[in-house]
């Protein structure tokens, strides 16, 4: 029999990406171990207050290290403004920044180094809605998409009149204490441990308020582009997550998709989807099925 030999394959190697209006990102990939076939990469996108960490580290296995296992590399990667990426030098940085310039730039360098392998971006919270809009508006071309606790704060993805005098006032209170500092404190104030800048705050909050989801200079209509993702979207949820991104907002946000949709939940709360060992699980059954759905649609 024909013995298969891999290449030998790098552990948390570090990268640096530049966008095309001059933010450095940084990133890590993470290779499946020596003698694990390759089966393809993911984007790993984080969420709001938080860094590439929340996928995991060096000396701390995480979802990143989950993955691998089970023959996939990973690109974990810090927005702009997060971790150790920057904007471009004295400027601040907003929403369709992420949309329009970071997801892309990481999503080509993991296209080129893919192997030739499908690339499907794996979005946590603010990086779930982040990848779709990027899809739908055609700035990636991701071949799956799996969205984890992922849905924008507007009234029609929100039908639970408490939760959404509940996002109000968190949004409320975000953009005040935003104003007032220039930005979200958010490690100071232990809401994750990366700040957010006003402008992309006031972004969130126009969101909420308008009860749109557009781009700031009103190109981009992302709720409905939404309807042009036609890649397979895997949606996880947390059983547990009360606020941010209960199961049926999660569910209701995917559906917009027009590509196959899968739901997947798992018995914890929000940042737990990513960061513990119980929502994992979930996360990758909803990788597995995407990757299914996309070498099926590949089939002659």
């Not at 450095?24 to 790993?44: H, I, M, N, Y």
């Not at 499908?118 to 603010?126: D, E, W």
């Amino acid at each position: 029999m024909r013995q298969t030999t891999f290449a030998p394959r790098a552990s948390f190697e570090e990268l640096e990406i530049h966008t095309s209006d001059g933010a450095t990102l940084r990133a890590v990939v993470d290779d499946p171990p020596e003698g694990v076939a390759l089966r393809g990469t993911l984007v790993l996108a984080h969420a709001m207050f938080a860094r590439k960490s929340s996928f995991g580290r060096r000396d701390r296995p995480g979802l990143s290290s989950a993955l691998a296992a089970r023959g996939f590399r990973t690109v974990a990667f810090d927005f702009r403004g997060h971790g150790d990426s920057s904007p471009p030098s004295g400027a601040s940085w907003c929403y369709d920044d992420l949309v329009r310039q970071d997801l892309p730039a990481v999503v080509d360098c993991a296209r080129a180094r893919g192997e030739g392998h499908p690339v499907l971006v794996v979005g946590h919270s603010l990086g779930g809605h982040v990848t779709l809009a990027a899809q739908g508006t055609g700035r990636i071309a991701a071949d799956a998409v799996v969205a984890v606790g992922a849905s924008v704060w507007l009234r029609e993805i929100e039908r639970s009149r408490l939760r959404w005098g509940a996002k109000r006032a968190i949004a409320r209170a975000l953009l005040a204490i935003s104003v007032r500092a220039g930005g979200v404190p958010a490690r100071r104030l232990r809401l994750g441990s990366d700040d957010a800048s006003e402008r992309f705050l006031r972004d969130l909050r126009r969101i909420v308020a308008e009860g749109e989801w557009r781009s700031a200079d009103g190109k981009d209509d992302y709720l409905r582009s939404l309807a042009s993702v036609k890649v397979p979207v895997a949606a996880v949820v947390g059983d547990r997550d009360r606020v941010i991104c209960p199961p049926s907002a999660g569910e209701a946000f995917a559906r917009r998709c027009t590509g196959a949709v899968a739901y997947f939940r798992a018995p914890v709360g929000h940042m737990a989807l990513v960061t513990s060992a119980g929502g994992h699980p979930s996360v990758v059954a909803a990788v597995e099925w995407a990757l299914a759905r996309v070498l099926d649609q590949a089939r002659p």
